[in-house]
């Protein structure tokens, strides 16, 4: 998402006064940021040099910058950040790809050396190149130590859980990978252009492109094929926990059909993080165990104050969750998870 209009500027009552205490409390804290954005500068500037994107369509926050990354973390308590990278282009041949990919993986790299402790970071996958894929994950788990890999919703209108994608599962399960997930726009969207015009894609089509992989990984029983993996949603999981009742119902017109009891077992299994903000948490909390959710903050696509001033004191504020139930959220499960980032 773009930078917003900064919340100080709605000068709602108080508001001031909770922030500074929430700065202060939050400083101390030590998070594990689960959905942190890294778009390596080396990779920025290969892809100019090869004609792959164009600088002026890119997001501005799509240049990371550690020392920028480590003041938010700090300001927000965040004693790690496990980095979801995004190297958006079309790529001429799987062997670009793979450079691509190397660049990416060798500035994550350098990244987590420069800092210890407070970087790690997943390896990207580009499913439709299933050798491509095949090697990205021998190299970033198996050589770079990446704790997952990433993935995006769809690829080419191909979401998550379509069988094409098996032979790349049956190696992520063979690892017991964690699968973080990222929407991005709906198949058949314009290019870098809104769907709806006025209404950003990430405000609503991201939360749709997230659902429809869910629902398609639940419709070809991935987690039940593959269950050594575990698959991560984004923003809360989107739609998903708000249409849980209505897939249950309706899954039957479905094909392959859906068994109730397989969406009830995979909203369970699957894991959701906090990045949005998301909306109040009492109704993914009735599907879903509070072990299975994960801080993440969406920096730098979220602003700060989008995540000190608003996502921040909505989550301390949940009723749904205990006070144990959010330090879980926090960092307990992030490492229950991924017990590597205890020793990252």
Request: aromatic share 8%; glycine share 6%.
């Amino acid at each position: 998402m773009p930078d917003s209009t900064s919340t100080s500027e709605l000068h709602l009552p108080g508001l001031a006064a909770a922030q500074t205490e929430a700065s202060a409390r939050h400083a101390v804290q030590a998070k594990i940021d689960m959905h942190h954005h890294f778009c390596a500068p080396e990779w920025r500037e290969w892809a100019e040099r090869h004609g792959l994107v164009n600088p002026r369509q890119l997001p501005p926050w799509a240049r990371f910058d550690a020392e920028d990354s480590i003041r938010f973390m700090d300001r927000v308590g965040i004693a790690t950040a496990v980095l979801k990278p995004m190297l958006p282009a079309k790529y001429h041949s799987s062997a670009q790809l793979r450079e691509a990919i190397n660049i990416t993986l060798l500035s994550m790299l350098e990244v987590a050396n420069s800092h210890p402790g407070r970087f790690s970071f997943h390896v990207p996958l580009f499913l439709e190149d299933a050798e491509a894929s095949s090697w990205a994950v021998r190299r970033g788990l198996g050589q770079f130590g990446a704790v997952g890999v990433n993935v995006t919703a769809n690829h080419g209108g191909v979401y998550l859980g379509d069988p094409s994608y098996d032979r790349i599962f049956h190696e992520l399960n063979d690892c017991g990978a964690v699968v973080d997930t990222h929407p991005h726009n709906l198949p058949g969207s314009p290019p870098g252009a809104a769907a709806v015009p006025g209404i950003p894609n990430f405000m609503c089509d991201f939360l749709l492109d997230t659902t429809r992989a869910a629902v398609n990984m639940i419709s070809h029983r991935t987690l039940d094929r593959f269950p050594n993996i575990k698959v991560i949603l984004p923003h809360a999981g989107g739609f998903l926990p708000y249409i849980a009742p209505r897939i249950e119902a309706l899954g039957r017109f479905c094909e392959p059909a859906v068994d109730p009891g397989a969406v009830r077992d995979h909203l369970r299994r699957f894991y959701y993080d906090t990045a949005g903000p998301m909306a109040p948490a009492a109704t993914l909390l009735a599907h879903v165990p509070a072990e299975h959710v994960l801080f993440g903050t969406d920096w730098p696509a979220a602003p700060a104050d989008t995540v000190m001033d608003l996502a921040l004191p909505a989550l301390d504020a949940d009723p749904a969750f205990t006070p144990e139930q959010l330090t879980g959220v926090y960092h307990d499960n992030a490492l229950s998870l991924i017990p590597q980032l205890a020793t990252v």
